[in-house]
C-alpha cells in the first residue's frame, strides 16, 4: 500500500449551475474541483477517492487522463445538483435532485496518506465513525459545508451538525465559510467563531469571508487574508473547494499559514473569473498575490 501525501474523499457530482445570465451543465463536487486544480499545481502524491454511477464513469477517465491518481467506489447513483446563483454570487439557492451511496470505513480501509480532506456535500456524506477511523489514519481536513446540508424534497436546507462537539476533536483543520460559521457557533464575528471551534478542538481554523477575505487561527494566532480583486465574477461554485487545494497543497509543502492562505486566496480570485474548475498555473498565482 504506497503512502500519498495528500488525498481528497468525495463525491463526483452532476451539476445545474444557473447564473442571470445562463444556465450551464457539467460535473462538479468537491473531488471534481480539488482534482482539476492540484493538477496545475502537482499532482504527484494525490489521491483522489470517489464514488458515482457507472454511467458517469467518463469524468473519472478524464480526470485519470491528467496524470490523477483515483479510487472509485461503487454507487447505484451520482450525486445532483443544481446551484442557483443571483447577482450577488456569495449567495446561492440549491437542490439535490439524486444522491450517491454513503462512503463507508470498509470503502476507504486501505487509504494511507499525510492529509486527507472530507469534501463533504450533505450531512450523511461521512459518519462520526469514519472521521474517527481516518483521523487516526492521516491529519484530517474537513470542509464544514456538508456537515450543515440536509436535503428535504430536493431542497438543501440549513442545519446544525448535531454531533460537531465529539467530531471536531478529531478534525485538524476545518474550513467555513461566512454564513456555515455561524451555523456552527451561533457567532456572527469571525475572530469569536475561530476561537470556539478551536476551544471545541480543531488545529486549524479556516474562515473564508467572500470578498472580505479570509482569516485563519491556529497556536494562538489570527492571521487575516486579503481577498485579491477579480476583473469579473463569473462562476463561484467550487470557490470553497478551490481554496482548499490552495491551502492544503501549500501547508504540505512547509508553508506558514499566512503564505498557504495567501495562494489559496489567490487561486479562487482566479476560478472566480471563469466556469468551472480553477485552470490557472503557479505563475498566474503570484501574480494576483503580487499585484495586490
Known amino acids: 500500500m504506497s503512502t500519498h501525501s495528500l488525498c481528497c474523499i468525495g463525491y463526483i457530482t452532476q451539476d445545474k449551475i444557473v447564473t442571470p445570465h445562463?444556465?450551464?451543465y457539467?460535473?462538479?463536487?468537491?473531488?471534481?474541483?480539488?482534482?482539476?486544480?492540484?493538477?496545475?499545481?502537482?499532482a504527484d502524491g494525490f489521491l483522489l477517492v470517489t464514488a458515482l454511477a457507472d454511467s458517469d464513469m467518463?469524468?473519472?477517465?478524464e480526470?485519470?487522463?491528467?496524470?490523477?491518481?483515483?479510487?472509485?467506489?461503487?454507487s447505484a447513483r451520482s450525486v445532483c445538483f443544481e446551484n442557483i446563483y443571483g447577482e450577488n454570487q456569495n449567495e446561492r439557492?440549491?437542490?439535490?435532485?439524486?444522491?450517491?451511496?454513503?462512503?463507508?470505513?470498509?470503502?476507504?480501509?486501505?487509504?494511507?496518506?499525510?492529509?486527507?480532506h472530507l469534501g463533504s456535500l450533505l450531512a450523511d456524506d461521512f459518519s462520526l465513525d469514519i472521521i474517527k477511523y481516518l483521523s487516526g489514519k492521516a491529519l484530517l481536513s474537513v470542509d464544514v459545508q456538508g456537515f450543515l446540508r440536509k436535503v428535504d424534497?430536493?431542497?438543501?436546507?440549513?442545519?446544525?451538525?448535531q454531533e460537531k462537539r465529539e467530531a471536531l476533536k478529531y478534525i485538524h483543520i476545518l474550513k467555513a465559510n461566512e454564513a456555515e460559521m455561524e451555523v456552527l457557533t451561533g457567532?456572527?464575528?469571525?475572530?469569536?467563531?475561530?476561537?470556539?471551534?478551536?476551544?471545541?478542538?480543531?488545529?486549524?481554523?479556516?474562515?473564508?469571508?467572500?470578498?472580505?477575505?479570509?482569516?485563519?487561527?491556529?497556536?494562538?494566532?489570527?492571521?487575516?487574508?486579503?481577498?485579491?480583486?477579480?476583473?469579473?465574477?463569473?462562476?463561484?461554485t467550487g470557490c470553497g473547494d478551490t481554496y482548499m487545494v490552495g491551502y492544503l497543497y501549500m501547508r504540505n509543502q512547509g508553508a506558514s499559514y499566512r503564505e498557504a492562505g495567501c495562494y489559496a486566496a489567490a487561486m479562487c480570485t482566479i476560478k472566480l473569473q471563469l466556469?468551472?474548475?480553477?485552470?490557472?498555473?503557479k505563475e498566474t498565482i503570484k501574480e494576483v498575490i503580487g499585484n495586490l
Not at 439557492?93 to 462512503?103: E, G, L, Y
Not at 424534497?153 to 451538525?161: A, C, R, Y
Not at 466556469?275 to 498555473?281: I, K, L
Open 22 to 24: 445562463n444556465s450551464v
Open 26 to 42: 457539467m460535473p462538479g463536487g468537491t473531488s471534481f474541483y480539488f482534482a482539476h486544480a492540484i493538477k496545475h499545481l502537482n
Open 58 to 61: 467518463n469524468v473519472v477517465e
Open 63 to 74: 480526470i485519470r487522463k491528467e496524470g490523477i491518481d483515483v479510487k472509485v467506489l461503487p
Open 93 to 116: 439557492i440549491q437542490r439535490v435532485t439524486a444522491k450517491a451511496d454513503p462512503f463507508t470505513i470498509e470503502g476507504l480501509r486501505d487509504i494511507d496518506a499525510r492529509i486527507i
Open 153 to 161: 424534497n430536493e431542497q438543501v436546507l440549513p442545519i446544525d451538525w
Open 187 to 236: 457567532c456572527t464575528e469571525p475572530y469569536e467563531a475561530a476561537l470556539l471551534i478551536a476551544d471545541w478542538g480543531v488545529k486549524e481554523v479556516l474562515l473564508t469571508l467572500g470578498d472580505k477575505g479570509s482569516l485563519i487561527y491556529s497556536k494562538g494566532q489570527f492571521h487575516e487574508i486579503p481577498a485579491y480583486p477579480a476583473l469579473q465574477i463569473v462562476d463561484a
Open 275 to 281: 466556469h468551472g474548475p480553477f485552470c490557472g498555473t
